[in-house]
């Protein structure tokens, strides 16, 4: 009996000494993560007085940055080396930050509505000659997604190349067996980081949130929208408003790049190395398109910093288009003081968006903007799913990129930056047309019990 209870105590010595040294182990990789100081004391916290709690919620969420071999994050290597612009310091931030420079786009059509959008893919999807590559975050199990893998199937048994790559928690419900006609054409599938697999590598939390499409490496169909009904049933049917793209030039090249990098990555495979930029970039291009690829891989958060630029160096106007906006203690500063020193910043949201905890935790930072004169307009009778940022009237983004910190800094994002007029002039006509359909919002003083939801819904705005 004696012997039972000194093993059975041996046998707890070694299991809380075992946790004692992982919870060690697991505060030191948090601490040298680029993290803000309220998360970090979060998950320290966690991890001290519930161990045996936040030890696996850490394994399965905590990471925020990661390197390997196989996911070499992306460069400006596709293109030659240009001179730095002092006088244009977006395009100095972003060759120092490792983007590639603005390529030329041809066609660049944003769409009017769904079923604009509908009608551009199905037309893409059917022209396709040699390749369709496919990213999106989420493949509905509905009337939409299954006519989209139908044509899939159909174009791969025409002969096409079809990859189609899908994330492990976008597309999480998505029956495996819809998959299987495309696969048994031919078509080739992945999931970006399933979530039952190597849970606890602690990628669980970060998602390839991008949406693109890439037919014959020659035309791109691109923006926030996945495929699904909400996103590409009209407008009157699903009371979901969205934004989408196409281009075509020699800007593809960029996008095809972010699609290789991506696939390689949920293949387990080494990122191919980059075709020659002197084939694909007329020498002396300067207009056109920018990529902004943002994404755990990369050291730096450069989407976020990008915004702050834009928001630091705007003289004019900042419109801001997303379903959910919980900014970040700098982003929330930059555009106070942008309204303060004159600039009409405009925000343009829905009135209730699909997530009910990013409406609430987005009230305290709209009701501090509002008091500093930003106007803030809600789309009274629908979902708003678009993101976009007009600058000035001369600069605009465009993409899948949420006002949130989970698209800013865990998600795999993917922007445009759009440099021509034209380009900008077509977007602005876009957003100008939504704004006219949504009323100013006023905001009125909370009560305690909003207040303190509010602050704790903060508390996990990683989450949202």
């Given at each position: ?34 993290r803000t100081p309220s998360a970090s004391v979060a998950w320290l916290l966690f ?359 989970r698209s800013l800094l865990l998600n795999f994002e993917l922007m445009v930056l ?47």
């Amino acid at each position: 009996m004696w012997q039972d209870v000194v093993q059975w105590a041996l046998a707890a010595h070694v299991l809380v000494i075992t946790g004692a040294l992982m919870m060690l182990l697991l505060i030191v990789s948090m601490l040298r993560q680029a993290r803000t100081p309220s998360a970090s004391v979060a998950w320290l916290l966690f991890l001290i007085l519930l161990p045996y709690i936040g030890v696996p919620l850490y394994l399965l969420f905590g990471s925020r940055k990661f390197f390997s071999a196989k996911r070499r994050p992306l460069s400006a290597g596709v293109h030659p080396a240009l001179p730095t612009v002092p006088s244009d310091p977006v395009r100095h931030f972003l060759d120092v930050a490792g983007m590639a420079p603005p390529a030329p786009a041809e066609g660049v059509r944003f769409h009017a509505g769904a079923a604009e959008a509908r009608s551009a893919l199905k037309r893409l999807l059917g022209e396709a000659q040699t390749s369709i590559d496919v990213c999106v975050f989420l493949l509905g199990d509905d009337v939409m997604g299954r006519k989209m893998l139908d044509l899939l199937a159909e174009r791969a048994r025409a002969g096409v190349r079809v990859r189609l790559l899908l994330d492990g928690v976008g597309s999480f419900l998505l029956p495996k067996r819809r998959l299987r006609p495309l696969q048994q054409a031919g078509g080739e599938t992945a999931w970006f980081v399933p979530l039952l697999r190597q849970p606890f590598r602690g990628r669980t939390n970060l998602r390839n949130h991008r949406k693109l499409v890439i037919v014959d490496g020659a035309r791109v169909w691109a923006g926030g929208r996945n495929i699904g009904a909400e996103y590409l049933a009209d407008e009157a049917q699903s009371h979901w408003w969205d934004l989408s793209f196409e281009l075509g030039g020699a800007a593809v090249a960029d996008f095809q790049q972010v699609f290789e990098a991506d696939w390689a990555f949920a293949r387990g495979q080494a990122r191919p190395e980059s075709p020659a930029a002197s084939a694909r970039l007329p020498a002396g291009a300067g207009e056109g398109v920018q990529l902004v690829p943002a994404g755990p891989d990369m050291a730096q958060d450069v989407l976020h910093d990008l915004l702050v630029l834009l928001m630091t160096h705007a003289q004019d106007r900042i419109v801001l288009v997303s379903p959910y906006f919980v900014p970040d203690e700098v982003l929330q500063t930059m555009l106070r003081l942008a309204a303060q020193r004159g600039v009409r910043v405009e925000l343009i949201l829905p009135r209730r968006s699909n997530h009910r905890l990013a409406d609430l935790a987005r009230g305290r930072a709209l009701r501090e903007l509002a008091h500093a004169g930003v106007r803030v307009y809600l789309l009274p009778d629908a979902m708003l799913h678009a993101k976009a940022v007009l600058i000035d009237g001369h600069m605009a983004l465009a993409g899948s990129a949420n006002l949130d910190p989970r698209s800013l800094l865990l998600n795999f994002e993917l922007m445009v930056l759009f440099h021509d007029r034209a380009d900008v002039a077509q977007l602005a006509a876009w957003v100008e047309g939504l704004r006219s359909r949504c009323p100013l919002w006023q905001p009125t003083p909370p009560g305690v019990l909003t207040q303190t939801l509010e602050g704790l819904v903060l508390l996990t705005a990683f989450q949202l």
